[in-house]
């Protein structure tokens, strides 16, 4: 089974509202965690990363927090914005040493509304 | 444009033929990923190459499934006796660094009749 999972298929803010979008992982061994954005009809695109030995790290209106007490991962987006619609996807390196690549959740999908 | 190319973005296909498809990575990336993506699923790995060298293949890749990488440069991946099951986005990904941080390209999405 995979690894990485989401907490909510589908989540919908308000223009201009905080987004928190959540991620639950398996592998205690992960050392490493990414966030992608994909929006429609586009592949996945890079947001920002964090290692385990931090437990936040922030970027430009986005904000990852780790908690590997718990293995719960976080992407929190200040300030919604309607480009901001997409799917977003947490991914950790596969069980294999990260060599084979990433395992992505399901993914969640954020609506915003106007 | 110098981010991930791949072509073709669309495929629709019968039952039983072969596709091929093509993806051109960033040039200066060593790596190179191919994934499937089903509707409502994460990206799934397939198999990365390391220059030309084919290092990693996933148990979805089954035997008529090849993927090649002449010369280390762009890639292609054939599905040969397409299946209903096949129907899925093709995803090329790129990297310099390994794992981390791969810059994905568009897909080309496979439908097989």
């Known amino acids: 089974g995979e690894s990485v999972g989401l907490h909510l298929p589908t989540l919908s803010v308000q223009e201009g509202d905080n987004s928190i979008i959540n991620c639950a992982y398996s592998?205690?061994?992960?050392?490493?965690f990414i966030w992608y954005k994909q929006e429609s009809g586009k592949g996945p695109q890079f947001i920002i990363d964090?290692?385990?030995?931090?437990d936040k790290r922030q970027g430009q209106r986005v904000t990852v927090l780790l908690n590997k007490t718990v293995k719960h991962l976080s992407l929190q987006i200040a300030a919604t914005q309607p480009g901001d619609s997409a799917v977003y996807f947490c991914?950790?390196?596969?069980?294999?040493?990260?060599?084979?690549?990433?395992?992505f959740g399901k993914g969640t999908h954020l609506i915003i509304q106007p | 444009d110098t981010g991930v190319s791949q072509n073709p973005r669309h495929k629709i296909t019968k039952r039983g033929q072969n596709v091929t498809f093509r993806c051109d990575p960033i040039?200066?990336?060593?790596?190179l990923y191919w994934y499937r993506q089903t509707l409502g699923q994460g990206p799934e790995f397939l198999t990365y190459?390391?220059?030309?060298?084919?290092?990693?293949k996933s148990r979805l890749l089954s035997d008529r499934f090849s993927a090649e990488r002449p010369k280390g440069s762009f890639s292609t991946l054939e599905i040969q006796r397409t299946e209903q099951g096949d129907s899925a986005m093709y995803l090329c990904?790129?990297?310099?660094?390994?794992?981390?941080?791969?810059?994905f390209g568009s897909g080309t999405q496979l439908s097989v009749l």
């Open positions: 991914a950790e390196p596969s069980v294999r040493g990260g060599a084979d690549g990433l395992t």
């Open positions: 592998n205690s061994a992960s050392d490493y």
């Open positions: 040039s200066e990336h060593n790596r």
């Open positions: 964090i290692r385990s030995n931090m």
């Open positions: 190459f390391q220059n030309e060298a084919q290092l990693e």
């Open positions: 990904a790129s990297s310099l660094l390994g794992f981390e941080k791969l810059f």
